[in-house]
T-cell receptor, first 115, second 114 residues
């Protein structure tokens, strides 16, 4: 069964460093997303991406964040100058449509720890 | 009012019990509704979509009441393996770009006891 893959599974970085989180969405999906989940809190929307551009972003997704689809398969989230509060699990997702509407499928996440 | 609201629980139930979770949402224009399951420190996994007519998948039944902006999930004959957090997810059209956005509830923790 096709799945969304994310690398790395864990990333430890120093405050102020840049990190790039990588995702390979399911191949025939057209909409891509990044979500994050701080430990013990709810899953929060960061950004959606369609047709090679951002379609929606949350207030969390400020200038510190950027997304890119550098080729036909990868979808990346870059966090510049990481802060302690960026520590969270970051989930990539892609979506498909059927009679129930659009459905999200998640990758297994990247646990980011900012020290 | 929160966009998607759930009782965080935990719900501790014995094996074999029937348990029900509720969820309310604030945006009356929301289009699609889902229940996801999340195990500890894992990704959310789609459990089932929720249709206006109600739908059933084995031991799981989901219902939607658009008038009350309310979604429910019923689990019959609970198994130990049902222990997880159940996330209510609503797909709503955004006011800015007109695209859709998934909003997650905080989740309801279920623990099924032997």
């Amino acid at each position: 069964e096709p799945e969304v893959t994310q690398t790395p599974s864990h990333q430890v970085t120093q405050m102020g460093q840049e990190v790039i989180l990588r995702c390979v969405p399911i191949s025939n999906h057209l909409y891509f997303y990044w979500y994050r989940q701080i430990l013990g809190q709810k899953v929060e929307f960061l950004v959606s991406f369609y047709n090679n551009e951002i379609s929606e972003k949350s207030e969390i997704f400020d200038d510190q964040f950027s997304v890119e689809r550098p080729d036909g398969s990868n979808f990346t989230l870059k966090i510049r100058s990481t802060k302690l509060e960026d520590s969270a699990m970051y989930f990539c997702a892609s979506s498909d449509w059927d009679r129930g509407g659009e459905k999200l499928f998640f990758g297994s996440g990247t646990q980011l720890s900012v020290l | 009012r929160k966009e998607v609201e759930q009782d965080p629980g935990p719900f501790n139930v014995p094996e074999g019990a029937t348990v029900a979770f509720n969820c309310t949402y604030s945006n009356s224009a929301s289009q699609s509704f889902f229940w996801y399951r999340q195990d500890c420190r894992k990704e959310p996994k789609l459990l089932m979509s929720v249709y206006s007519s109600g739908n059933e998948d084995g031991r799981f039944t989901a219902q939607l009441n658009r008038a009350s902006q309310y979604i429910s999930l019923l689990i019959r004959d609970s198994k130990l393996s049902d222990s997880a957090t159940y996330l209510c997810v609503v797909n709503s059209k955004t006011s800015t770009s007109g695209t859709y956005k998934y909003i997650f509830g905080t989740g309801t923790r279920l623990k099924v006891l032997a």
